[in-house]
């Protein structure tokens, strides 16, 4: 078997050339960069050549033997087969065996090594007294310490960082749009440096130590700023520290004119990562760039107003800043992108026609593609987006996948992705994606809330409730994150809490709680099913029910046909209510019905199982 000396010369398995010392993959002109655990664990497989190596044996050797929960690995599995464009099984390049481990399936190949170099013609000359032998002697000591210093002298070591959001701390409020565009183009330059694994978070943790923050976004360095502003001159203050043990890494001050905003955040991340990995290298320079600064400006406060679309007005504002933005740069890719994602979410957040925002949104991100493919790889999340909708399942995969292995990837990638998946039954597989969406975006509230969910279908009780409430401190709050929520308290017996929950969901969407005390009732004494299923009907014939919330009461009050009947909606265009449902422990009954798999194989749901290599087993859907 190969040493771990033999394969960091470089090796071959199947059609990829893996080059240890570069951190590279190369398959003809491709080339990908792992993540320094990712390579880690390909090197413990290549190690074995074809034999299993363990979990523990990946924990020992990529881990430091510390304990280390499944989802790392099955992440750094997961991306390596992305990377390796082995996303369908059977798996063409790593296996997995149940209970045992993994292993390599094509063969390694090391580099022939190179020629030994010939040895060096050696003049005779006459040999020098001893007292010059000893002072060239105390010369190329000196001379070698010297250059051993210099050669060997290394930055702190820091392989995450988590960069906090930069403080507006100019007095004026109308620069917190400036403070977070520089922080959202600092994470993607940032995310250029293949040596870092870099974190979003959302919040500044007052009161809190950097080693307080790190283990909460699980890094080892945090990076914090202000935004300060003298005159016309804007000032960002950073500190890069690390949390084991307070060690500054890098700190220091990048100023110039709102104008220069870009350079700014350049001349920063290149400070940062000659700290971090050493050299100043060439610049590091964002995916994209506008030759207009008027349009990126106006893209930076699309994106502010964009993440705070919960607030009256911010959707529509985000809009009309995109639409200026390309209208004066129309190079500027970004900007149609953010455009897209607001058109796909705007039968959600706006009750639009889905068929006619959906053709919009593709028409936009289609148009960014042919003016600037630099966004073509993220912009496969809203194609994966509209493909779910359309319910061509294996499509919406193929996009996801591409968009999910992106070099610049937002974590709304992986949550739409962990919903298609959803949708199809396979929950093992869509909680790993909305794991790797907390990796990089650990404080969005979105995404926990998503975690929760999957969490509280898998039936994992203890971590669907940490996620919750993780979910809950992030502001996480939505009419479905509360509905699971409920459904987690239920299981648990704790029904007054559950009925809390519900009622604020019902209130947050504006319809009528009359159902909800009857529903409860019946819960507990089956005798009250049919005052329940009345208050059901009543609520359902004055349209104050969603029908997510419909379905799901018939079938927990055992009104399958009704259920049914709620079910067959969901082959109108898009998703009349979320599809996870239907495969969860309390749609049992409408599951032993035969018009249910019917109802699949109209939907395309047991074609794509096909295709992936997915089961109908025992009313539930397995997966290898």
């Given at each position: 078997?190969?040493t ?8 071959q ?10 951190r ?11 993540e ?12 074995r ?29 997961s991306?390596?087969?992305?990377h390796l ?35 060096p ?12 032998a ?6 190329v ?19 995450s ?5 930069f403080?507006?701390l ?8 400036v ?25 500044t ?13 699980d ?9 300060r ?11 890069l ?14 100023s110039?004119?709102?104008?220069d ?61 995109f ?6 740069d ?8 953010a ?31 042919a ?12 194609f ?7 319910k ?10 591409r968009a ?9 990638a ?11 039954g ?12 907390i990796?990089i ?18 039936g ?10 993780r ?8 009419s479905?994150h ?20 519900a ?60 259920a ?7 082959v ?20 032993k ?32």
């Amino acid at each position: 078997m190969p040493t771990k000396e033999e394969l960091n010369k470089g090796f071959q398995i199947g059609e990829w050339e893996v080059l240890p010392a570069r951190r590279e993959l190369r398959r003809g002109d491709e080339m990908v960069r792992p993540e320094p655990k990712q390579l880690g664990v390909l090197l413990s497989l290549a190690m074995r050549d074809g034999d299993v190596v363990t979990r523990d044996e990946l924990v020992n050797e990529n881990w430091g033997g510390r304990d280390t929960a499944d989802e790392p690995i099955n992440r750094c599995i997961s991306q390596l087969r992305k990377h390796l464009g082995d996303t369908h099984r059977p798996y063409q390049y790593i296996d997995a065996l149940i209970k045992s481990g993994y292993c390599l399936k094509k063969t390694v190949v090391l580099h022939e090594p190179t020629e030994s170099a010939p040895a060096p013609i050696v003049v005779q000359q006459r040999k020098p007294s001893r007292i010059w032998a000893i002072v060239a002697l105390v010369a190329v000591v000196a001379v070698s310490a010297w250059i051993y210093d210099k050669v060997t002298e290394k930055p702190p070591t820091v392989t995450s960082i988590g960069v906090l959001p930069f403080e507006n701390l100019t007095g004026d409020p109308s620069y917190a749009y400036v403070a977070s565009g520089f922080k959202a183009e600092l994470v993607h330059t940032l995310q250029n440096i293949p040596e870092l694994m870099i974190k979003i978070s959302r919040q500044t943790y007052p009161g809190l130590e950097i080693d307080e923050i790190a283990g909460r976004l699980d890094v080892d360095s945090v990076l914090i700023g202000v935004l300060r502003k003298e005159g016309d001159e804007l000032k960002f203050s950073y500190q890069l520290a690390r949390a084991d043990d307070g060690v500054n890494v890098s700190s220091g001050m990048v100023s110039g004119l709102l104008q220069d905003l870009f350079k700014l955040q350049e001349d920063l991340a290149t400070k940062v990562r000659g700290h971090v990995v050493g050299g100043s290298g060439k610049q590091l320079l964002s995916t994209s760039r506008p030759e207009n600064f008027d349009a990126y400006e106006r893209y930076i406060r699309g994106l502010f107003a964009f993440d705070r679309r919960g607030t009256a007005g911010n959707l529509e504002e985000a809009v009309a800043l995109f639409e200026e933005s390309i209208q004066l740069d129309p190079n500027y890719g970004p900007a149609y992108l953010a455009l897209a994602e607001i058109y796909v979410l705007l039968p959600d957040y706006r009750g639009t026609d889905l068929v006619a925002s959906h053709e919009r949104a593709i028409e936009i991100v289609e148009q960014g593609i042919a003016v600037d493919p630099a966004i073509e790889d993220a912009a496969n999340a809203v194609f994966g987006f509209v493909y779910h909708k359309q319910k061509k399942w294996a499509l919406a995969e193929e996009a996801f996948v591409r968009a999910t292995s992106a070099a610049v990837v937002e974590s709304n990638a992986f949550n739409w992705y962990s919903l298609m998946l959803g949708s199809v039954g396979r929950f093992d597989e869509a909680l790993r994606q909305a794991l790797a969406g907390i990796e990089i975006d650990p404080s969005s509230g979105v995404i926990n809330s998503r975690v929760a969910i999957v969490y509280t279908w898998v039936g994992d009780t203890e971590r669907a409730g940490e996620f919750f409430e993780r979910g809950k401190q992030y502001g996480a709050g939505g009419s479905t994150h509360l509905i699971a929520n409920a459904l987690f308290l239920a299981r648990q017996g704790k029904t007054e809490q559950a009925n809390e929950l519900a009622n604020a969901s019902i209130r947050l969407g504006g319809g009528t709680t009359d159902w909800i005390d009857p529903f409860f009732a019946a819960l507990a004494d089956p005798k009250q099913r049919d005052k329940a299923l009345a208050a059901v009907d009543l609520a359902t014939a004055e349209n104050q029910l969603s029908l997510q919330i419909e379905v799901s009461l018939r079938v927990m009050l055992g009104d399958t046909d009704g259920a049914l009947r709620v079910a067959r909606m969901l082959v109108q265009p898009g998703e009349a209510f979320e599809m996870d449902l239907l495969f969860l422990p309390e749609f049992m009954p409408l599951r032993k019905r035969p018009e249910f798999i019917e109802l699949l194989d109209t939907l395309g749901v047991t074609d794509y199982w096909d295709e992936v290599g997915c089961v109908w087993e025992d009313l539930a859907v397995k997966c290898p």
